[in-house]
């Protein structure tokens, strides 16, 4: 298994672009996770979704911020308009929906917003 | 709310020594998860070891170890005969309903 894909590893953007963010979920995964890690704030759960369908968008930043789920092997999160405090390491993490919930993480996209 | 209190921003250790990560967390929940996750410069996060709040006795995994203490609601990790790749930061979390609450972090050093 490849594990949890996510592209880019690296983004570096100007204020104002959009950026796209995309995930690969591990196959048979049923639950994916949309993180941003920062110095300030640490790990943060910003969406999460069950079988494709938003599930808890509570920690979704600002209306700048949108996340989808059009099947089970891709999600993507978009930044539109991309501002420089939103300079992070964003992470995509899935699992299997039972009551462990063990979440495997990706490698992570460093985004840089000059 | 669900919160995870990790109080020590930094620790050290002698390579081959023991050493203890401290975590709090806070819930009014009687069934739930806690974990810890490595993550290395590479900043890939890694599950290092899961406790079960049902389960009285504590986690282990190789040279790392859990103590669990419901009560107190206090989850710390014992690293034992610790190894220059265990430097990293350690992060604790609560899961409950399908999400992972984080502790800020211990940033782990280990020393030759």
């Known amino acids: 298994d490849a594990g949890v894909i996510q592209s880019p590893r690296h983004e570096v953007t100007e204020m104002g672009q959009e950026v796209t963010l995309r995930c690969k979920p591990i196959?048979?995964?049923?639950?994916l996770f949309w993180y941003r890690q920062t110095m300030m704030r640490g790990l943060e759960l910003l969406i999460y979704?069950?079988?494709?369908?938003?599930?808890?968008d509570s920690g979704m930043p600002e209306d700048r911020f949108s996340a989808k789920m059009p099947n089970a092997s891709f999600s993507t999160l978009k930044i539109q308009p991309s501002e420089p405090r939103d300079s992070a390491v964003y992470f995509c993490?899935?699992?299997?929906?039972?009551?462990?919930?063990?979440?495997?993480f990706g490698p992570g996209t460093r985004l840089t917003v000059l | 709310a669900q919160t995870v209190t990790q109080s020590q921003p930094e620790m050290s250790v002698q390579e081959a020594e023991t050493v203890t990560l401290s975590c709090t967390y806070d819930?009014?929940?009687?069934?739930?998860?806690l974990f810890w996750y490595k993550q290395p410069p590479s900043r890939q996060m890694i599950l290092v070891i899961r406790?079960?709040?049902?389960?009285?006795q504590n986690a282990t995994e190789n040279r790392f170890s859990v103590n669990f203490q419901k009560a107190a609601k206090s989850f710390s990790l014992k690293i034992s005969d610790s190894q220059l790749g265990d430097a990293a930061m350690y992060f604790c979390?609560?899961?409950?309903?399908?999400?992972?609450?984080f502790g800020q972090g211990t940033e782990l050093s280990v020393k030759p």
């Open positions: 196959s048979g995964h049923n639950s």
């Open positions: 819930t009014s929940e009687s069934d739930y998860y």
């Open positions: 993490a899935s699992s299997l929906r039972r009551k462990d919930n063990e979440q495997f």
């Open positions: 406790q079960e709040a049902y389960k009285q």
């Open positions: 979704f069950n079988n494709n369908v938003p599930i808890d």
């Open positions: 979390a609560y899961n409950q309903g399908g999400k992972l609450i």
